[in-house]
């Protein structure tokens, strides 16, 4: 079984997460995913200090699906460089099984 992982991004506050959200759960590139509330996010860019109004995604997939996501995200992501942080995740075998289900095409 492939193994569970947690994929973390943010996405402007101006945007809509939550499209991106549906997207890509109706495309089985992930089980689930949860849009934070908004948040400030100071980071250096091109030799600055930015600050901006953003929202933490978590996406909830399998390593599987990595490459595809990644791809996905890139595609319909509006910042030129997008976070992209991958978690493996030890959970229940239950969740694990419905993840997997949930991806499969």
Not at 13 to 39: G, P, Q, W, Y
Not at 66 to 84: D, F, G, I, M
Request: net charge negative.
């Amino acid at each position: 079984m492939s193994s569970v992982v947690i994929v973390l991004t943010t996405w402007p506050a101006s945007s809509d997460a939550a499209a991106f959200a549906r997207t890509i759960v109706d495309e089985r590139l992930a089980a689930c995913v949860n849009v934070l509330a908004e948040m400030q996010s100071t980071y250096r860019w091109k030799g600055g200090i930015e600050t901006e109004a953003e929202r933490q995604v978590l996406i909830k997939t399998t390593e599987g699906s990595l490459p595809a996501l990644e791809s996905r995200l890139r595609t319909l992501h509006p910042y030129e460089v997008p976070e992209l942080m991958t978690i493996r995740v030890d959970g229940g075998d239950a969740y694990a099984a419905w993840v997997l289900a949930a991806v499969q095409r």
